[in-house]
């Protein structure tokens, strides 16, 4: 891209790339030069739209890690990487989160191949862009908690949904919306029926869809959509329009002084900010 610095791209190293939610235009920039380069793309099929983003990557090899174990992954990344070629292993959103990358960089490492990451996109901002809201919100919540439930992968003592729903932060739960019955009863139990709720499926998509309601509702009006993956549960206070009217951080209010900034009393200030 004009302007951005080039940076060098290493053969033998395998590149965890972040691909982003989806939309190839929330590709970061070195996410991109590296798939432009790439001899091989190993990619995670259900999550990354690979007609979207294949002509980005015109001499690269291709391939669905849906149907391959994790030996096999490993095995076809560590062969290129050490046949020299441009190796990416394509993620969705961000590589950090809910991406198996700690068993794959463990068996790299034992093989002594290099690896570096490159951060994307997470699909948990891709729905509060879609949603058009901020996830933490001055006196309402300033925590955002990200969790899934348990499915095939147990969840570790003390993170049980009602544990972390207590909090009463703003939560954001992947790879559950199959299990949303089960969700949602788990967190009637401690937060209230009425707290507001958002579900976001494929985020950034073409097809994105949105289903906002409360715990009482979502349940059946997801249903009723027929989202049944590719979906993130949004829940906490932060969803809900009439607060989000009224709230005011101190970093704007108009008599707050910090570095860059003397504080000012203006006639323009829109209200006290919120104590
Ligand atoms: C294996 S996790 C990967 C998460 C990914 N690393 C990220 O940062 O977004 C897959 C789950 O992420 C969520 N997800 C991924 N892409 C999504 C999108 N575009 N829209 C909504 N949810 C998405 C869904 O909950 C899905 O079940």
Not at 121 to 133: D, I, K, N, P
Not at 180 to 199: D, N, Y
Not at 208 to 225: D, F, M, N
Request: glycine share 8%; aromatic share 4%; proline share 7%.
């Amino acid at each position: 891209m004009t302007g951005v610095p080039d940076r060098p791209i290493r053969t033998g190293v395998v590149y965890f790339v972040g691909a982003g939610p989806g939309a190839p235009d929330l590709l970061t920039v070195r996410a991109a030069r590296l798939l432009e380069a790439a001899d091989l793309v190993v990619f995670a099929g259900s999550l990354v739209p690979e007609e979207a983003m294949r002509g980005l990557s015109p001499r690269g090899r291709w391939i669905d890690s849906a149907g391959l174990t994790r030996e096999e992954i490993v095995e076809s990344l560590a062969r290129a990487a050490e046949q020299g070629q441009v190796t990416v292993r394509l993620a969705s959103g961000d590589p950090s989160l809910f991406g198996a990358m700690a068993e794959m960089t463990t068996a790299l490492d034992a093989r002594g191949i290099p690896w570096e990451v490159v951060p994307g996109v997470s699909s948990v901002f891709a729905a509060a862009a879609a949603l058009g809201m901020e996830l933490t919100l001055p006196e309402v919540s300033q925590t955002v908690i990200l969790t899934r439930t348990a499915g095939r992968t147990p969840m570790p003592p003390g993170e049980d949904l009602p544990s972390l729903a207590a909090h009463g932060s703003t939560l954001v739960v992947f790879l559950s919306i199959d299990r949303i019955g089960e969700l949602v009863s788990e967190l009637k139990r401690v937060r209230p029926a009425s707290t507001p709720v958002a579900v976001v499926a494929r985020a950034s998509w073409e097809n994105e869809r949105i289903c906002r309601g409360t715990l009482e509702t979502i349940e059946e009006t997801v249903r009723k959509a027929r989202i049944m993956r590719q979906a993130l549960f949004v829940v906490g206070q932060v969803l809900d329009p009439e607060l989000r009217k009224t709230v005011r951080s101190r970093l704007y209010a108009a008599d707050f002084t910090h570095g860059f900034r003397e504080g000012t009393i203006s006639s323009a200030d829109p209200g006290p900010p919120t104590k």
